[in-house]
């Protein structure tokens, strides 16, 4: 059962890859989808045709009312993680280098630091921040270790170069760089 909660069923691992495989794509294993008993997460997901998702993808889907959206022709490398409780949209022909983040929400600060001095179990209990969407535009490319925000939108042909910490939307066609993001240039006059 632990390796249940951490990686998710198998059942569902696998009906995600062969719905992936059909639309001419690959989604290579490991890969860890925890959820409670029962949820089809596979549900919640959709893959366009033609995608790689690279080795050690972690695909969090804390309630049944997440769902995420990735585009076809898109490239993952390895050890992605995404967290999705609301929505979060990839665009078609994206490219997601290893090691990046993507996330529509995080956890609440306030409650992990009370529970854990109250002596509760610290992996239990605590909440997460209001979610709120992100979205790649078609054709984004991130780079080694960025990590994406809650409520960004990534604009369509935008580069984020490696270690960024995207926490304000990018326009279409211009590269940012840093933690936080800034403008870098503009890709297209």
């Not at 997901?45 to 695909?59: F, S």
């Not at 001095?117 to 605590?126: T, V």
Request: proline share 7%.
């Amino acid at each position: 059962m632990k390796d249940a909660l951490y990686y998710g069923s198998r059942s569902e691992r696998k009906r995600l890859q062969r719905a992936v495989r059909k639309k001419g794509g690959a989604l290579l294993s490991p890969l860890r989808m925890p959820h409670p008993p029962g949820r089809k997460v596979s549900e919640q997901i959709t893959i366009g045709e033609r995608t790689v998702i690279g080795p050690g993808l972690w695909l969090s889907m804390p309630n049944a009312k997440g769902r995420l959206s990735i585009g076809s022709d898109c490239f993952f490398g390895g050890d992605v993680s995404i967290t999705c409780a609301e929505r979060v949209v990839i665009g078609d022909g994206v490219g997601i280098a290893d090691r990046c983040g993507i996330f529509d929400h995080g956890h609440d600060p306030a409650a992990w630091h009370g529970r854990t001095l109250e002596g509760a179990d610290p992996r239990k209990g605590w909440g997460i921040t209001t979610p709120r969407p992100v979205e790649l535009k078609r054709g984004a490319l991130l780079a080694v270790g960025v990590l994406v925000m809650p409520g960004v939108t990534i604009g369509e042909g935008a580069l984020v170069a490696p270690g960024a910490v995207v926490t304000e939307d990018v326009e279409d066609f211009t590269m940012v760089a840093g933690n936080p993001a800034r403008l870098v240039r503009r890709l297209r006059d």
